[in-house]
């Protein structure tokens, strides 16, 4: 079901990084700009997402039909039982190691066994256990995971697995009812349901294992244990994967969005590993209220606040100030259509950015890099 290399931008407090090498800037006038793709076309063509999601099938009378959800989901949901390993010492310092036992959820997002998790469900397990929707369990190994974005895969012999289908994340909507399917608490009897609303998008959540972007906000429960689950739509697609980590208000649960799940999966399957684009850029929105108030040429597009002293967009001539107004000649309005014009670039190609600086036009060709892991 995966596309080839995961083409994909992470959201680090709208700071955007692909790698660069710097070519002669050009003033020389804008060509005229298509409209992006929308993230729809974009990850749909390459990553096997759904096309744009239909209206909600599963209405009864108006109300949810949760179970039909559940049947379309379900079959697709695992329970882990994770085993990791830690030295433990006393107050002589005498130190042993202790076997501990975790849970989580997982769900199977390929026919050949591929699984994506939370990394924090996984980590450090010396041994991971997959209940399957029939009772039966199997022994997992690890495919690769990322701390960054809190996600994993892992895989299970066999083929033919009952595989969830993907959102597409342009019709995520603010209020739209969503199903949170897991092994909450580890209870015993099957996985647990849980039914809510997405109640904000593109939020950023500090965890015990960092800060984590793009997050979808529900009111549908979310407990220890359903953690690498997946909050799905009516429609029986998934929107996210949940995470149990953030504890940051009472009702409220967090799942990473499909938008940025897709690209990190098929990432790690194809390398191992997320492999991020580096510019060296922060970035903001550019809406009328910020032109007038920065007294901005552009209503439009992408205001660079800073370039990394040394880095590749530094090296490259980009200056803060600067609006970045277009990709290889398909305008860019906003940071969202930034991150989906790179998204499906790979490492070494070039692109061209089409920018505004001091009210005048310039094209700045660039050659993406791989982001250094530490940033």
């Not at 969830?164 to 209870?187: C, H, M, Q, R, S």
């Not at 040394?310 to 107004?325: K, M, S």
Request: aromatic share 4%; net charge negative; charged share 15%.
């Amino acid at each position: 079901m995966l596309g080839t290399l995961g083409k994909f931008i992470i959201i680090l407090v709208h700071l955007i990084m692909i790698s660069a090498c710097i070519v002669e800037s050009v003033e020389t006038p804008t060509p005229d700009l298509l409209p992006i793709p929308s993230p729809a076309n974009s990850i749909s063509t390459n990553l096997g997402l759904d096309s744009p999601s239909t209206p909600p099938t599963s209405l009864v009378g108006g109300y949810p039909d949760i179970a039909k959800v559940v049947d379309i989901v379900g079959p697709s949901v695992v329970a882990l039982s994770v085993t990791t390993e830690n030295e433990q010492c006393d107050f002589f310092m005498r130190c042993r190691i202790v076997e501990r036992q975790g849970a989580g959820t997982g769900v199977i997002f390929d026919s050949s066994g591929l699984i994506a998790t939370n990394n924090h469900v996984i980590e450090d397990a010396i041994e991971i256990i997959v209940s399957l929707p029939d009772e039966s369990t199997i022994e997992a190994d690890l495919v690769g995971r990322d701390p960054a974005t809190d996600l994993a895969v892992i895989r299970i012999p066999g083929d033919q697995y009952r595989e969830v289908k993907f959102a597409n994340p342009e019709y995520i909507t603010i209020g739209d009812w969503v199903v949170a399917i897991g092994n909450a608490l580890d209870l015993l009897g099957g996985p647990t349901v849980t039914v809510g609303i997405v109640g904000a998008l593109d939020r950023v959540v500090t965890t015990e294992g960092g800060t984590l972007f793009d997050m979808i906000q529900t009111d549908a429960a979310i407990n220890p244990g359903n953690s690498g689950g997946p909050l799905v739509n009516l429609n029986g697609q998934v929107i996210g994967i949940n995470t149990a980590r953030s504890g940051t208000g009472e009702g409220i649960g967090f799942a990473t969005s499909v938008f940025t799940v897709v690209p990190v999966i098929d990432s790690i399957v194809e390398n191992g590993k997320v492999i991020f684009p580096w510019l060296g850029v922060g970035i903001d929105d550019v809406t009328p209220a910020s032109a007038a108030r920065l007294d901005l040429s552009e209503k439009r597009g992408v205001l660079v606040l800073s370039v990394s002293q040394g880095g590749p967009a530094f090296d490259a001539g980009i200056l803060a100030g600067d609006i970045i107004v277009g990709i290889n000649q398909q305008m860019v309005e906003n940071v969202k259509q930034l991150q989906v014009a790179v998204r499906d670039k790979s490492v070494g190609d070039n692109i061209n950015v089409h920018l505004v600086r001091d009210g005048a036009n310039k094209v700045i060709e660039v050659l993406l890099g791989e982001m250094p892991r530490g940033l």
